[in-house]
């Protein structure tokens, strides 16, 4: 009786122990995304996302091994570590330094960031001029946004992209930007997300940037002229090289290729014009210009 009496005290002092355990394992679920993932860096094996995850231990106390037939671990998936975290737990949030205070806005930083990851909410931090929080679809996107925008320059300012340490945008202290913008904007619903479905990762290309720009979803009768017109009607650079692909006769888009002087003034030119709505007479609907980092490097 005595043993029995024994067994069931540690089975109650375990119960709490199991039960923080599910609570981790439900908030990780709570967690994910539908995001489609498309490719990851280098870093991971093409398998997955590496070798199989450590087991978590149960804190070591042997008057519970004693007496009740547990097991020693409870297994659960915990992220993968990446040299890009810095140390930092893995979050779904990227923290984003070093924007320029009046070019820079919320839709500016998802046409740029939306090409490694879906994108939810984006903030600019009151009390950190030129500081943006960016949640993206999962902390993977995060990661490939860090190893590919990290110390690169924005309109003559250079980056610095690293994991906050905040898992949720929460639109507070929602403030006017320099250019009239608000601080805040949620993307989830935005049909300029890239990585939403199996079709759309399958098209996309992680790419660092580069001074070849790639351009689809215009219109047959835009031309390279056209395309000169609204680089100097947004004050952003002009391409030096251009190169339209052959369409099909029935196609009702167009793409090519844009080469600039240099990696920055591409950068400048996609985070402004990505996603710029095209309209040409008696259309019925506007044309959205996409925009990407091309694998080529020179035309």
């Known amino acids: 009786m005595a043993n029995v009496q024994t067994g069931l005290k540690a089975l109650d002092a375990l119960l709490p122990i199991v039960e923080a355990h599910w609570r981790v394992i439900e908030r990780g679920k709570g967690r994910q995304r539908q995001a489609i993932l498309g490719e990851h860096p280098s870093s991971y094996s093409e398998n997955g996302y590496g070798p199989p995850c450590p087991l978590l231990p149960l804190p070591a106390n042997s008057r519970y091994k004693l007496t009740v037939d547990v097991p020693d671990m409870v297994s659960y998936p915990l992220p993968q570590s990446s040299s890009s975290y810095s140390g930092h737990a893995p979050s779904s949030v990227a923290m984003v330094s070093g924007l320029h205070p009046s070019k820079m806005n919320c839709t500016r930083i998802f046409n740029l960031f939306c090409l490694y990851g879906n994108i939810e909410k984006v903030k600019f931090m009151k009390s950190v001029p030129g500081t943006a929080l960016v949640e993206m679809g999962d902390e993977y996107a995060v990661d490939r946004a860090i190893t590919h925008l990290n110390s690169i320059k924005v309109f003559g300012k250079r980056l610095n992209v690293c994991v906050s340490k905040q898992h949720a945008v929460i639109p507070s202290q929602v403030f006017e930007l320099e250019d009239g913008c608000s601080s805040y904007k949620d993307f ?112």
Do not use: W
Not at 209 to 217: D, K
Not at 220 to 237: G, K
């Open 188 to 299: 989830a619903m935005t049909r300029n997300n890239r990585f939403s479905s199996a079709g759309q990762a399958s098209k996309n290309i992680i790419q660092p940037p580069s001074a070849v720009l790639h351009y689809y979803n215009v219109p047959p009768c835009i031309s390279q002229d056209h395309l000169l017109r609204l680089c100097m009607e947004h004050d952003v650079p002009v391409f030096v090289k251009f190169k339209m692909f052959d369409a099909k006769p029935s196609s009702k888009t167009i793409s090519g290729l844009l080469e600039f002087e240099n990696k920055t003034d591409a950068v400048e030119v996609l985070t402004v014009l990505n996603h710029y709505q095209i309209r040409i007479p008696n259309g019925s609907n506007p044309y959205t210009l996409k925009l990407c980092f091309s694998t080529s490097s020179h035309l």
